[in-house]
């Protein structure tokens, strides 16, 4: 099992930058991709980006794409999301994952709330 540990977050203002951190343990070693996915009051938990552990392959979504970047340095085992440019609608709780493909994340973060507002 691998245990993730988020740390960032915070309120900020629209045009601001935030950067959150996620620190992994335990069974590193099977990790494949991790992830970052949110979930906004009364919506479902949506996907935000994703990049493979031990290679370069990243995908974001269309509504965070060239403003949010996903990073990770599997030797410290530590993956980041540096987020640009926010707006209101970005305001959720965002939630670090990893997992054995790009389709299943089985081990997830505490979850940490990101606001944004004027």
């Known amino acids: 099992q691998v245990h993730l540990v988020q740390s960032g977050g915070g309120v900020v203002h629209p045009g601001d930058s935030l950067r959150l951190s996620c620190l992994a343990s335990g069974d590193t070693n099977r990790i494949y991709a991790v992830a970052w996915f949110r979930q906004a009051p009364g919506k479902e938990r949506e996907f935000v980006a994703s990049?493979?552990?031990?290679?370069?392959?990243?995908y974001y979504s269309d509504s965070v794409k060239g403003r949010f970047t996903i990073t990770r340095n599997a030797d410290q085992n530590a993956l980041w999301l540096q987020m640009d440019s926010l707006k209101p609608e970005d305001t959720a709780v965002y939630y670090c994952a990893a997992g054995a493909n790009f389709v299943n994340f089985d081990d997830w973060g505490q979850g940490t709330q990101v606001t944004v507002s004027s």
């Open positions: 990049k493979r552990w031990l290679g370069e392959s990243t």
